[in-house]
């Protein structure tokens, strides 16, 4: 893990995520503290569950980490369990992030109502791709608005050029990405500068498969068959 996230910061990105939850929370804990020692502090770090917390075992977490002071802690529970989000809301004052496993306005606005996220700190991760599309995905920017969330809450969860086309277009918090894993679908184009934690998008339309070379070779070599 350690050298995966140094190969981050060779790369030009200043922050990271790492995924939590399979293992013993001590030795998460472990490696928590590695991965911010090779960043500029835990709050340059986020940690994901991927929902493998129960409603015991997610209080037991979040209280293991509200002092480290991370950048956030991300998919906790079961993406429906917004009782168990909303308890570990009251007892976690930093950020939490939430929403890659919701597909829709109707159920964004279930996040909200019961979910017990603050708007002037948690972050939202809805997929634009999974939420039907671009669409789908300023409905959903379109009830939350309505309702108090800033644009720059918005992570939107993908990982490739149409997302930070969105993020760009629309003025959002962020994008995530990840250009390690996925290969030769993940990441951004080869000619992708990174500059500080900062991409610059380029004029390719689409998802940008087109601007991997790797990619394209693969591609062609179906064409080939």
């Known amino acids: 893990m350690s050298d995966e ?3 981050f ?3 030009g990105y200043r922050r990271a995520k790492i995924k939590i939850g399979g293992a013993p929370l001590a030795q998460d804990l472990k490696r928590i503290d590695a991965a911010a020692r090779l960043l500029d502090g835990p709050d340059h770090l986020a940690v994901d569950a991927i929902y493998a917390y129960t409603p015991t075992s997610s209080i037991e977490a979040a209280d293991a980490l509200a002092p480290l002071g991370l950048w956030w802690f991300e998919d906790i529970c079961d993406p429906l369990d917004f009782e168990t989000l909303a308890a570990v809301a009251r007892c976690y004052t930093a950020p939490i992030a939430a929403g890659e496993a919701l597909f829709s306005a109707a159920e964004a606005n279930l996040l909200d109502r019961h979910g017990g996220l603050r708007r002037d700190r ?3 991760l809805f997929d634009p791709v999974h939420c039907y599309g671009l669409p789908g995905y300023l409905q959903i920017v379109e009830v939350l608005e309505k309702r108090g969330w800033p644009r720059a809450a918005f992570w939107p969860h993908g990982g490739h050029l149409f997302c930070l ?3 760009a277009a629309l003025g959002l918090g962020g994008a995530e ?7 030769p679908f993940g990441g951004y184009g080869d000619n992708t500068i990174i500059s500080e934690g900062v991409a610059t998008p380029s004029q390719i ?9 790797e990619l394209r070779d693969l591609l062609a070599t179906l064409l080939d068959v």
Do not use: M, T, Y
Request: glycine share 8%; hydrophobic share 45%; charged share 20%.
């Open 122 to 124: 948690d972050i939202l």
């Open 9 to 11: 910061s060779d790369l």
């Open 165 to 167: 086309h969105v993020v």
């Open 205 to 213: 339309p689409g998802i940008g498969f087109e601007a991997r070379q």
């Open 5 to 7: 996230v140094r190969r």
């Open 177 to 183: 990405v990840n250009p390690l894993c996925f290969q």
